[in-house]
């Protein structure tokens, strides 16, 4: 069975993320065909179009990890009503110089948590445009804008009371990696 090399970008640096726990936690319900790779982005420099001909090794490791993934899961908090600026400056990064964007034609999906009631709804949309300008095909359905509550990740996996409402995003998720990938 050939595995399928999934990059997890986690738009959260904070050490105790309830990004960071739900990608954790929903790796665990990949199949098995599907490996994780966590993107790390915290130690990337802010983008600067005049390093474009000489990238900080960061950024060329970056580039690379996306570039030998076979799909993307991106898993962002809401910042003032969109992606926080760190998830932003990783994209631009991998989309850079002009021309030589690591992000296209990658299948994507988007997931996140937030301890308000709609979740990460309007992030979510703001980085669907992103990716959609990037033309990364992005799973449409289910969406999945998850409210922070007890339980929801329990001992590092989904909770028993989501575990299936969420089998459902990584199932689809599974299936439109397959089909674009």
Known sequence: MNQLNIAIVVGSLRKESFN????????????????????????LPLYNQDDDGSPAPQVTRLREEVKAADAVLFVTPEYNRAIPGVLK?????????????VWKGKPAA????????IGTALSQ???????????MPTLGQPEMFLQWKEGLVSDG??????RQFVQGFVDAFAAWVKKHA
């Not at 996996?157 to 989501?162: L, M, N, T």
Request: charged content about 20%; aromatic content about 8%.
């Open 20 to 43: 960071r726990q739900l990608a954790d936690a929903l790796v665990k319900q990949f199949p098995a065909d599907f490996k994780a790779q966590f993107i790390r982005i915290d130690d």
């Open 110 to 117: 988007v997931i996140g948590v937030s301890v308000g009631a």
């Open 125 to 135: 949309q703001h980085l669907r445009n992103v990716l959609a300008y990037l033309d």
């Open 89 to 101: 400056n990783a994209i631009d990064h991998a989309s850079r110089p002009w021309g030589q964007s």
């Open 157 to 162: 996996a989904i909770g028993p009371d989501s």
